[in-house]
């Protein structure tokens, strides 16, 4: 048996957001044909870790060179020193991006790189920064593929980024369909007991600023039915919502549990997904809430009208619209449980039908493979 392949993973960060899921899962669908090194640049933002399955050889990388800071050639060099033990080298989005700069600045003896670009902050989030730009065209030019989960941002990695074809790969975002078939735990979310008579809306976010919760907690607090708001996850803008609930008069109608794993164990307690981020590409959340039968109501933001299902595409509304996001929110639970269900239905089979993680890990094999050279190292036998 060839040894292990060993995978260097340079994070912004490496809280559970959607890029880090879909990290670990494919860590996972790895098992023992890898082994990893993951550079967190917020070195106490690991959450992640716990998704990491028992049995998988990882370790979190001490005093790795820095992933942030002014450019530099000394900086550029340390990085690239630091990237030449391994066998494939795996960056993430704008905060990993000097790890391809010190690939290109450096190139004799280092392994092959792969570059993921899953969206943008709130920084980026009504318009791309023009030195950025500049920065990733001349880096990027080092990788050997920049995977992208949207049609949207295929479109600025050749457009703006200026980046060839044959180095774009879009792999839409995929999970374990399967698991969302089931009944939920009704005890799976800490605090939570569903109340006779009220319709529960849900989301999964990072409680950060891009992705504008507040709005959506003043959305949710202008719907005239009897209704809840769960927000599952973490970070800064807890205080926030918090503070957005309170001035609403609706404390006692949200409801933020912190960070919860298997989203496959608790979202079918909502009765809505809803989302109100200002900027989104392939959303992890939106296939997990159409994978548990629900209706989406969110922005028009990244590909996310083109993920719903047909039925569902209406409740899809024009960003920062709080008025919209309010009044879709506003027919979904007014409307009678089955014509939910109904458009959940659609966007449950569109799910399994397109979204799939093994198509997507297969996707994932093949391109690791083909940068390495390495046919059959990485794929399940």
Known sequence: M????????????????GKEARAVRLMNAFGDRARHTIVSGMPD??????????????????????????????????????????????????????GVMARRVFSKGMPP???????????????????????????LAAAHALVVPSETLEAIALRTWKQPPDRIRRVVNGIDTALYAGKPDPRAIPGFRRRPGEVVIGTLAG?????????LVR???????????????EGPERERILDTAEAMGMADRVHLPGFLPDPYRYLGLFDILALSSKSEQFPISVVEGMAAGLPIVAPDVGDIKRMVSDGNAGYIMQ????????????????????SRAFVGAQNRAKAVTEFDERTMIAHYVALYEEAMGRPGTLAES
């Open 319 to 338: 960003r920062g619209e709080v008025v919209q996001l309010r009044d879709a929110l506003q027919v979904l639970a007014a409307c009678e449980p089955a």
């Open 207 to 215: 409680l950060r600023e891009v992705k504008d919760l507040p709005a």
């Open 45 to 98: 933002q690991l959450g992640a870790r716990d998704a990491i399955a028992p049995g998988i050889r990882y370790e979190i990388a001490q005093d790795p060179p820095s992933l942030t800071g002014r450019p530099s050639v000394a900086r550029y060099e340390a990085l690239a020193k630091f990237m030449r033990r391994f066998d494939l080298v795996l960056t993430y989005n704008w905060g990993a991006i000097d």
């Open 219 to 233: 959305a949710v607090g202008g719907v005239s039915a009897r209704v809840r708001l769960v927000i599952v996850g």
């Open 113 to 139: 790189l792969v570059h993921h670009e899953d969206g943008f902050n709130a920084d980026e989030a009504n318009g791309l920064k023009i030195e950025r730009n500049m920065y990733r065209r001349l880096a």
């Open 2 to 17: 060839s040894p292990p392949v060993h995978i260097l993973h340079l994070h912004s960060t490496f809280s559970l957001g």
